[in-house]
């Protein structure tokens, strides 16, 4: 005999995962957290903590949807890591890979130069004085998702200024030989 809670779920299984799918893309995420969602209303119903609803698991399903998201921003932006992870704080022992770090280091400062002020703001603080993005979302007086936009934006054109200066290279040096 199923619970009211598995039947919704049964019932409702195709939609929530739709509905979480909104949240994350992807298909194979989104039956997941659906199904944690389920799982965690179970467990609380079973618990006697609260009456299982539709509604209690839609709520769920959101709250485990958007924390997903914010895991996979703050690793996003962390694996873009600090500026030490570029290569620019290498100690390079001949001239040559002392030229291309000050080159990188050109590129990076050019690309902030690009920067609108308050990406340039977020991305200092972060990178340079080391805040968390809910730091810095209360010094600026804006959400962590801004925070977040300004600093993928910063790390962005860091990157194509870096790519570009190394593509440009490598043709110079194409040309070269």
């Not at 298909?27 to 209690?56: M, N």
């Not at 002392?98 to 050019?110: F, T």
């Not at 979302?137 to 194509?160: F, W, Y």
Request: charged share 30%.
């Amino acid at each position: 005999m199923l619970t009211r809670l598995q039947e919704i779920y049964l019932d409702r299984k195709g939609a929530l995962e739709r509905f979480v799918g909104r949240f994350l893309h992807n298909a194979d995420d989104a039956a997941d957290v659906a199904q944690e969602a389920f799982l965690r209303v179970y467990a609380a119903e079973v618990g006697g903590q609260t009456p299982a609803s539709e509604a209690l698991l839609y709520s769920v399903a959101r709250n485990l949807a958007l924390s997903e998201l914010r895991r996979r921003t703050s690793r996003a932006t962390d694996s873009m890591a600090d500026l030490d992870d570029l290569g620019l704080a290498d100690q390079a022992p001949n001239p040559e890979a002392k030229l291309q770090q000050r080159q990188m280091v050109r590129a990076v400062e050019a690309a902030m130069n690009e920067m609108p002020p308050r990406c340039l703001e977020a991305f200092r603080l972060r990178k340079l004085d080391g805040l968390s993005q809910a730091d810095i979302a209360d010094r600026m007086g804006i959400s962590p998702k801004t925070v977040e936009r300004h600093i993928t934006q910063a790390l962005q054109l860091c990157h194509v200024a870096l790519v570009g200066k190394h593509g440009r290279q490598s043709r110079r040096a194409g040309a070269d030989a």
